[in-house]
């Protein structure tokens, strides 16, 4: 599987962006997807996965939404109510099996896509 992820930006607090995450393949349907993010100096985080239910970290919960096209083979990131905290490369990741908040558990990963919370 590969993994194009886009629409990274610039957006003031307060403000939405939506990332998407493209993925090759003919079984995307079968894999669990996650979302992560890793800011300037931090380690990579953990921000939600999409599977038959969605999961979210509670920094972002009831502010971002998870969807997926399995018709398109994509996933959706929609991100609202955006803060400066949010700032980071945003990546999204695939694997089979039971979906998890644990990086090293996804086979699959993204390029990574920027997106900056200007205060």
């Known amino acids: 599987v590969q993994l194009q992820a886009s629409g990274g930006g610039l957006v003031q607090a307060g403000g939405s962006l939506r990332l998407s995450c493209a993925a090759s393949?003919?079984?995307?349907?079968?894999?669990?997807m996650g979302w992560f993010r890793q800011a300037p100096g931090k380690e990579r985080e953990f921000v939600g996965w999409s599977g038959i239910s969605t999961y979210y970290a509670d920094s972002v919960k009831g502010r971002f939404t998870i969807s997926r096209d399995n018709a398109k083979n994509t996933v959706y990131l929609q991100m609202n109510s955006l803060k400066p905290e949010d700032t980071a490369i945003y990546y999204c990741?695939?694997?089979?099996?039971?979906?998890?908040?644990?990086?090293?558990?996804?086979?699959?990963w993204g390029q990574g896509t920027q997106v900056t919370v200007s205060s």
């Open positions: 393949g003919r079984t995307f349907s079968s894999y669990k």
């Open positions: 990741a695939a694997k089979l099996g039971i979906p998890t908040t644990a990086s090293r558990a996804y086979d699959y």
